[in-house]
């Protein structure tokens, strides 16, 4: 390489020049200009994808005001097709309307909302999503997005909004009082650059995954051709509304402490702890006392650094309750088995709800984890069905990012073989997950991968291998059922052959041999039967201990069935 | 299932109620408390990663800031272990340091910095990253991070920062003006909850695949065992400096015209148009003039979104000249040539750098990629050698999220069998790409992984077709010599054995036998000489004729080598 001499900028002066440049470069931009730029980091980007997102921002919504309402949610997506790769998204519910003060805010200002701030359980909780959608709209057409909401109490207003992006803060025209009687939210906004596809990825997937997960919801949709579905609510309550709880002391940071004494209303040190703390009793504070150097009787806004970490060591080594149950809802064994029996047909089906655990930063969170097998079970890729993956993040259904998430990462670092799984390819096998907590650490702004981290790995690979067991078992028996019969039918069948050719060879009587031959056959296959039965019971007795599996069909129809569409 | 009563609020007021405390819950929240509260969308998650991306937050603005004043960079990276799972990340360089009035936003405050806002290449494009890792710091440990930034004009200052999450702002304490003189800015902070590992996701992987893409800079690092690397300059000039661009036509959006219109300094729509955009002639403005319907002599500033829609529609309709290339930096052909056989010593390599393209949003962005083959190119994965994959943007590498990728999903679209390469898993390869852009399409604020846009997709796609066709020519030459090799020697092999199994036959005279078919041998083997020899010319013609693709060792000795090895 020719050696060329270092160009470096030449005088002091040049060098000051430049730098000085580069200072009057210096800006900020606000969070709604970020996001305008970075529109893909919120998910809304790809023409299929987007429309998706849309929906999925819009129902989130909508599910969680209901709910957090008491609320039965009924909800109605329709998407028009305007013009090329140009559709209009409206979604409409029954849930409580938004006061005037907070609708611009909802869906006019990024970082604003009403769950960011909460330990509960919700579907969404930045306060992105809804506003993004609305930039994106403003960005694609030109046009405002439209909301009417109202609260039955004849004050329903109608308004158009749009994002002003420098300012993050909506911009409100158009509203209006309603003359008409009106109860719920409507958002309608136009959307180009989209396409409607009925996919994988697609907004009626997305609500059918929804309705899985939520059978208390009941949905609508109408497609741009003007088809029309439902999906009616299996189940006419509300689940329990999570209680907003108090941050669990296994998993606390330091700095989180430092930040809750702050505004705290206790007075000492002891009472900020026992208020502010969940599973914080007597007990729990008489043994951080015996931990820490300081005085437990100092106001807690003048906890330092060094202190706020003595509670913290003093935190883990002290044995709590688990965290309260409170705050999170799973779906519930029985709802999931429900759901997937009535949506997915399978022939074997065992669901698990873990027990609740906490990942870094003290956030509760918990597991349920449903393996479905046969039937309606698996995706169809070709000729081969295999193992489909269900994930669901606070009963949201995640269609996008699968590669990065650690639902899927837990999934695949499971040796299938254990299971008697020979190959995920070629699977007739769903796979069900439903992780719930206060707050989910997704990987980007646009929710749909989580972050893998230790702990919620770790759970999600102990539910898997739970439950892996029991589907493993019955997979297992199934198989050596159909190798049996398979042996079977070879002996029957080849038992002519084989007389034929030794009376051949031999001169001996075949008809004979033959009678000889299969009596000789039948003793073995009557064992080879007593063992099966034994077999069956064995199983079948493991699995019925078992309130979480299900066979759908008696195995022996069904294995019939099988052989006769193999043959 | 049992059919309920439908459980919803009973009265009115009820719900009224409800409404109006979910309207009370109703908050802001700062884009610092959002990245706090959500530090795995910035890459701060996972105790390697962290160190990694902590090491890649400060490099990065180290490289810009010598960059884009003239400096050719020296960077120094240092990371101490404090304790268990504790570490100190220490990284200076020899930049044009940041003045009193910026330093604290630098580091402390979230979305500022001198990026943004331009259409140029840059490592940084958020803003977001070094105020990421102040917050990190002071959440896991509590103290601020330290700063000593100096022109080399006796004016040296250092202080020591955190940051405010609820106003995004920093906060600056013992600020000293230095006694020495200090040129560059040197930042150190203090991470818990982190791991060192020399792994394919640590630091000095991360400092390894830097110092490939960058030639131009000098890296040094020490680890926390005290163990020191140097990564030396292999080039004395840095990078021509791209120059700040005008929007391209094609893939101008409507809103994007509608909000350059407001700051344009242009009075009519023509001369908006010829100032604010790139490629923009007399000829455009004719052709654009033709298609609207409007005075192109009206205020810019009075532009709505039916004529801006006009313009665009135009712009789709009228040919443009490609982007400037200005704006765009590649490493080049030649030094990516230089960095691989320096670093990876591959048996043959290709290299491509493809011409400017455009994406969506009006980004002009360049593919390079290089393909590798033998040598130490590929991974190691236990006996095996896979293909492994370098992503950059940039420069800069990607090390995590590569299944979200869509650098690693062009790569997985291909059908490498077509190019002789029969199984990636088993495949020495190294597959070199370099995405450039003026803004990275990233999937996420922690910049590791490219969304799948169309156009980027379909660039990647044609470049690693490009190159893997000159790849697959010379591996399935040295496949075909290799076969031909094998055949040969089992020949020879096996004459003797031949010869004496014949002559105890026949009893026919063994060595005589023996010569004659030698000599029949070597008559077969002089033709398929002769063939070989052909063939090899034709591929050393074809890949001779190409700049870009290089073979480094005469091949006939290298397939003995390996030969030797394989026994």
């Not at 709209?137 to 002003?164: C, F, H, P, W, Y």
């Not at 949506?343 to 698990?352: K, W």
């Amino acid at each position: 390489m020719p050696e060329k001499k270092v160009k470096e900028k030449d005088t002091e002066e040049e060098l000051l020049s430049a730098a000085k440049n580069l200072d009057g470069q210096f800006k900020e931009h606000s969070v709604a200009e970020f996001f305008k730029k970075n529109k893909q980091m919120l998910g809304l980007y790809g023409k299929v994808r987007t429309l998706t997102m849309v929906v999925h921002e819009y129902v989130t919504n909508s599910l969680d005001a209901c709910e957090e309402t008491g609320i039965l949610p009924n909800i109605d997506v329709k998407i028009d097709e305007l013009g090329e790769e140009y559709y209009e998204v409206t979604v409409t519910d029954n849930g409580p309307g938004i006061s005037q003060e907070n609708v611009g805010k909802a869906f006019g200002k990024l970082l604003a909302g009403t769950k960011f701030h909460r330990m509960m359980q919700s579907r969404g909780q930045q306060g992105i999503g809804a506003a993004g959608c609305t930039m994106l709209s403003q960005m694609t057409t030109g046009k405002a997005s439209k909301v009417i909401t109202g609260r039955g109490n004849g004050k329903a207003i109608s308004l158009e909004l749009t994002i002003d992006p420098k300012m993050n803060e909506p911009k409100i025209t158009n509203l209006k009082e309603l003359e008409k009687e009106f109860k719920g939210t409507a958002i309608q906004a136009k959307f180009k650059g989209t396409l409607y596809r009925d996919s994988d990825q697609g907004p009626l997937e997305y609500l059918r995954r929804t309705a899985i997960a939520n059978p208390h919801a009941q949905l609508s949709f109408r497609d741009p051709s003007g088809q029309k579905f439902i999906f009616k609510r299996s189940h006419n309550q509300n689940p329990e509304r999570p209680e907003e709880i108090k941050p669990h002391p296994k998993g606390t940071t330091v700095d989180d402490i430092l930040s809750y004494c702050k505004t705290s209303k206790g007075r000492t040190v002891a009472t900020f702890l026992s208020n502010d703390f969940d599973r914080m009793g007597a007990k729990g504070i008489d043994e951080v006392k015996k931990r820490v150097r300081f005085d437990m009787n100092k106001d807690p806004k003048t906890l330092n650094w060094e202190e706020s970490e003595e509670i913290i060591k003093a935190f883990k080594a002290i044995d709590f309750i688990a965290p309260s149950t409170d705050a999170l809802r799973p779906i519930g064994e029985d709802q999931i088995r429900k759901s997937l029996q009535s949506i997915v047909q399978p022939e074997f089906l065992t669901v698990l709800t873990r027990k609740p655990a906490v990942y870094a930063g003290g956030y509760p969170f918990q597991v349920e984890i449903a393996i479905a097998y046969g039937g309606n079970a698996g995706k169809k890729a070709g000729e081969q069905t295999q193992m489909e993956i269900m994930r669901f993040a606070n009963r949201v259904p995640l269609l996008f990012d699968a590669g990065n998430c650690a639902l899927t990462k837990a999934i695949q670092t499971i040796d299938w073989k254990r299971y008697d799984i020979k190959d995920p390819e070629t699977a007739p096998v769903t796979v069900f997950v439903n992780f719930i907590s206060v707050h989910i650490p997704y990987t980007g702004a646009g929710k749909q991968a989580i972050a893998d981290e230790e702990e919620v790995l770790e759970e999600i690979r102990l539910a898997l291998m739970q439950t892996g067991r029991k589907a493993g078992i019955y997979i297992a028996h199934k198989r050596r059922e159909a190798e049996n019969q398979q042996k079977r039918e070879m002996f029957y069948k080849y038992i002519p052959e084989i007389c034929k050719a030794f009376s051949a060879i031999t001169k001996s009587n075949e008809s004979e041999m033959r009678k000889n031959m299969e009596k000789l056959v039948l003793q073995k296959l009557k064992l080879e039967e007593a063992k099966d039965a034994e077999e069956k019971a064995r199983v079948d007795k493991v699995l019925k201990e078992d309130d979480n599996s299900f066979i759908t069909k008696p195995k022996a129809e069904k294995a019939k069935e099988t052989k006769e569409k193999g043959k």
